[in-house]
């Protein structure tokens, strides 16, 4: 019995130590499974990431390319940008943010199953996103932003089901927003600005229950759909710069979560309601600036109780501020500028405790500047300018507003007083106050002003103490200000010298305006110690004496130099040529001798304005002087300038005004003027110069202003000067003119003053000048004259067909006959030829008729090759690039020309078919050869009156040409 219970309890113990074995065998076998699906798992992430960084073609802090390694025994989840699951070990973020990564999204990527937030902002990364992305369900966060993705925004995006955060910001996705991504039922964040997006933002918005912020900033967007009214939680709205209309904002305003509200920079008009403020009680922020609205400003601003914020610039609002504004007492910010805002500045504004900025320039507010608001010491920016604001500033206002950085009261009618004591604003860092009627000493206090940048305090009547030691005047401590960038005193009576550096001199000098200041003794030699980043240098208008110091070559980046309308003498030194980059210089109206240095045509990329007028110049101008091909305003009037002008002046295409009168200039007028582009204004007057006014200053369609009185000018007024229709002023006095002064165009708004002292002019009697002899129009006998027209052309038809056949039998050449000839064309009245010319191979041929003026006009051109045309590729292709027609302004107007008349006829078999119009007149052209045919008659028309220059260049390079040129007149 007893052994049969030991064999039992035996048997027990082997069954249970079997299922032991067998638990552990299974045990060990799904945890090599589990480590082996782990190990594959963490192999396809390992390999995602590794794609990622084979795709990069730019890693500039060489992050991925250092830390990422392919090896065995490198764990991704040690990797830089890269966060694992604790459980899983698997990829639940990558953070790739701001390392300046470049290339396309490799889809593998998609292959990151666990991925619960992507950020890779502000990298380089571009082309469409990968559809493989779709497969990555887990995502919470996604932001793209900053980045130069393009396409539309891909409708898989909607299938994110947990999806919080969205952002899409600053790349270059087009079309409409996916109507899918406003199914995301737990979206709080959703960021597309800054894109190319347009078209109806979809009604699905108002699906979005959960979201707090929507940013769609800087798009295309017209309109808010009604539905976004519904958006409870919803408390930031950005969707400033789109094309918002009329009163767009109307669908928001009952959402009572709202914080921040910015539509700016649309174009919403209508007025805001006086109740705009019922429902959205926990606003904070509002911004309508830069918009088309109008009316009065809310009323009832007061009711939105926690607003910190308004900006309503640049509307069209009228009326007066709302003394109300002073109850809300959070209020930090106003931004009220470029209105139409009358009345006062509310004494109830300086009571608000926490405001910091005030900004309400350039409307018509009036009265005095509430001394409250320098009584509260958070305010840092004041910007009052461009209204009519009186009164004075309060004179210890500094003491109190210790966070001051701005304080802008320019253009405005304050009167009395010296400028306050601002020594305790030691934040200051722009001090605006021109245009004003300040008086009193320059205060030394100004320069305790360490951080200041900004100082404008021209145009008033400040003056500096005189009994101070130049070392120590607030001019010289102004200059050592470190930070300085814009110092300007113009238009002041400060009656002083400009004073020699003395210790630090500022590094940061942009702009110096010290002109017309009353300002005497020479101009420093350590001038050339100011800021190498000086740009603007203002002298003018001063009672500077002595030379021009050659120090001031170490300017480099000067652009601007105003040293007219001094005392200053000696020459124009040659280091002036140094300064690369000046692009204006004026030393007009001082006491220079000598010549113009020559090395300022090497200034010929920069230079646009050159004025040296009113001083002792004597010589030639240089030849170099015409390389400033740049130049827009030149100026060497009233000095002791010879010679003759050269015809390389025409190479100033770009010159807008030029005055060289009151010199010794002589010779002839060079009629290279003509080509003066764009010129508005030209003075020639009292020289030596002589001859007739050229016929080129026809073609200067811009200009309002010409005189050339006081020379020696003979022959007749070109009648072509009728086409500067926008000539205001005319002054061909005091010359020899002789012949009939024009009578169209702009000559029947000039005077007897314009014509005065001439020889022997003639005209209307309202010119003071004799009436023209009628000529005795012989009446030609038109019967006859075809006859011998007929006659004539048959003699040189034949001459020209005797010596072609004489030509062509030496070339050994088969002649073929002519099947049309000028007997086509000779019924045509008034027909005159012009030209009648052959030209040989390898001969140009260049024409140019004189301007023409015809009412209506009518032109027919006859062109003729005797023989197979040209063989060779480009026999006529220059003939038909640059045969064409130009009007009086020198435009092609071919677009305007009709053809109303086109003969061909041809035996020839190798000639090519004539074009269906004639496309030489065409720039963009390239139409068969004009003249690859026997004979090509054309006749075109223009209705209106104008001039025309027919130019035609030809290159045969093979056979004989023969050219036939024609104008006719109906």
Known sequence: MERSRFLLLRMLSMIQCLCYIYMMIMANYFIASALAIAHTNFSTDQSALLALKAHLTSDPQNILTANWSSASNSNICNWIGVTCGARHHRVTALNLSYMGLAEVIPPHLGNLSFLIELSLQNNNFNGPLPQELSCLRRLKKINLGNNNFMGTIPSWFGSFAKLQTFRLYGNGFSGFIPAAIFNLSELETINLSWNQLSGRIPREIGNLTMVKGIYLGHNKFEELPNEMGSLGQLEELYVQSNALKGS?????????????????????????????????????????????????????????????????????????????????????????????????????????????????????????????????????????????????????????????????????????????????????????????????????????????????????????????????????????????????????????????????????????????????????????????????????????????????????????????????????????????????????????????????????????????????????????????????????????LVGPLSEDIGKLKDVLDMDLSNNHFSGNIPGSIGGFQSIISLSLANNYLEGPIPSSFKTLLSLEFLDLSKNNLSGEIPKSLEALLFLKHLNLSFNKLQGEIPTGGPFGNFSADSFVSNGALCGASRLHVPLCKNRTKVKPNWRKAKYIISGVISVILLSAAALILILLKKRNVKVVRETASLHQVKNTDHGSTILFQSIYQEEELTLSNPSLVFLPIKCTLFFETLHIWCNSNHGWAAASEEAFFKDGKGRNVSEEVSVVGLVVETDFSEAEEAPPRCCAFADDCHCPPLLSITENLLAIERANPSVYNFHLQLKCTDRLCVLWYFWVSV
């Open 248 to 640: 767009a904002l109307v669908p928001v305003l009952n959402i009572s979560s709202l914080t921040h509200l910015t539509l700016a920079s649309n174009k919403m008009s209508g007025s805001l309601p006086d109740n705009i403020c019922e429902h959205l009680l926990s606003i904070r922020h509002f911004n309508f600036g830069q918009n088309q609205l109008d009316g009065l400003i809310p009323s009832k601003l007061w009711q939105c109780k926690e607003l910190r914020v308004l900006v309503l610039e640049r509307n069209n609002f009228r009326g007066s501020i709302p003394k109300s504004l002073g109850n809300l007492t959070y209020l930090t910010q106003i931004y009220l500028e470029e209105n139409n805002l009358t009345g006062t500045i509310p004494d109830e504004i300086g009571d608000l405790p926490q405001l910091d900025a005030l900004v309400l320039y350039m409307n018509n507010l009036s009265g005095v500047i509430p001394s409250k608001i320098f009584n509260n010491s958070m305010i840092r920016d004041v910007e009052l300018s461009l209204n009519q604001l009186s009164g004075s500033l309060p004179a210890n206002m500094g003491l109190k507003v210790p966070n001051l950085e701005t304080l802008d009261v320019a253009k405005n009618n304050l009167v009395s007083g010296p400028l306050p004591n601002l020594s305790n604003a030691s934040k200051l860092m722009v001090l605006d106050m021109s245009t004003n009627s300040f008086s009193g000493f320059l205060p030394i206090t100004l320069c305790s002003l360490k951080n200041l940048e900004f100082l404008n305090l021209k145009s008033n009547n400040f003056t500096i103490d005189a009994s101070a030691p130049q070392e120590a005047s607030t001019l010289s401590c102004l200059f050592n200000l470190r930070y300085l960038t814009r110092l300007d005193l113009a238009d002041n009576p400060l009656n002083t010298t400009i004073p020699a550096s003395r210790g630090n001199i500022s590094t940061s000098l942009v702009h110096v305006e010290l002109g017309n200041s009353n300002i005497r003794g020479n101009i420093p030699v350590d001038i050339g110690n100011l800021s190498s980043f000086l740009i603007e240098l203002n002298l003018e208008k001063n009672q500077l004496s002595g030379a021009i110091p050659t120090s001031i070559q170490r300017l480099q980046n000067l652009q601007v130099l105003y040293l007219n309308d001094n005392e200053l003498g000696g020459h124009i030194p040659y280091e002036l040529c140094q300064l690369k980059n000046l692009a204006e210089l004026d030393l007009g109206g001082n006491r220079l001798t000598g010549s113009i240095p020559s090395c300022l045509g090497t200034l010929s990329i920069a230079l646009r304005s050159l004025w040296l007028g009113s001083n002792l110049l004597t010589s030639k101008i240089p030849s170099y002087l015409w390389e400033l091909k740049y130049i827009l305003h030149l100026n060497l009037s009233s000095n002791s």
